[in-house]
């Protein structure tokens, strides 16, 4: 391992692992802003970052802790009801956020001493932010949705709708949605949806995408974090499902139970040769995100009903 050793495609750090290392270079004390991690690719660079930013000698307290997420970078959402598969949201895609026991905070939700109202619900991280989707948003969602770098592994899997279409069918089959915003600049850089709800059973699908330059930095998995617990606090939904194409998987394994202790997702099937991309056809995984802990004495693989 040398200064030169990129964080990604040479130590093998997914999305998950890249924001836990950001947030951590943070907790130090450096003055990361999105920008600079954005640029970050090697360790020499985010150790001349570290030097440039770390706290001096008169005691300068260290940065805050944000609410982490274990991140990723691709999603395979399934098919809304009338509507094309929402495709993998490919290397410009986030995958699922850390979430499972920690997606259900105790003082979410609650009513707290003194009749006094619970709070609502966190849309903003320290890099990104959840907003609103209106009729203002849409230009850039179907920018998004058609651009080369992700159309072809997001909802439309390649087609380019035409934008009456577009409107039309943004929120066929949606439970609900989020603009994804960067703090910083104030621009939008993904979107984040919930899909195809089953109330009956307690389970909904989840899937995001964000621009092209976001793709590897781990930054966007913290807007899917707070994505997840939005959902968790206010319908509920025992577990959500992320669908995967199989070329997706690294750039968040570290999340699967089978790969890391404490993962936050479970591997819950597989579609053989169901995706096709690049002459081949690929694997389709289906991991899910528990509101409670799949080991734990109400989940799966306890005594209780998984809720």
Known sequence: MTAGSRLHADLGLDSFRLLDLCLYVTELGTDLSEANWLEV??????????????????????????????????????????????????????????????????DVGMTGAAGQSPPPPRLAGRYLRLMPVLPSSTPFLYELAVTPDVGFRWRYRGSVPSYPQFEQELWQGVLTQFLIES???????????????????????????????????????????????????IWPF???????????Y??????????????????EGRLRRHDFYRGRYWDRLVLAAYRDDPDGPDGPDGTGDSR
């Open 183 to 233: 703090v910083e600049s104030g621009r939008p850089v993904g979107h984040a949806i919930c899909y195809n709800p089953e109330f009956t059973l307690g389970f909904a699908y989840v899937g995001a995408a964000v621009a092209a330059d976001y793709t590897g930095s781990g930054l966007a998995v913290e807007a899917l974090d707070l994505f997840v617990r939005y959902i968790f606090d």
């Open 250 to 267: 690294p750039q968040f394994s570290g999340a699967d139970r089978a790969n890391a202790v404490g993962g936050s997702l479970e591997l």
């Open 41 to 106: 690719e090697t360790i020499g660079e985010l150790y001349d970052h570290y030097r440039a930013g770390r706290p001096t000698d008169s005691g300068t307290a260290p940065a805050g802790q944000v609410a982490t997420a274990s991140g990723s970078d691709a999603m395979t959402p399934a098919p809304a009801a009338g509507v094309a598969p929402l495709g993998s949201v490919g290397p410009t895609a986030v995958g699922p956020a850390a979430v499972g026991p920690a997606a259900t905070r105790p």
């Open 238 to 248: 025992r577990k959500l499902y992320f669908e995967v194409p199989e070329f997706n």
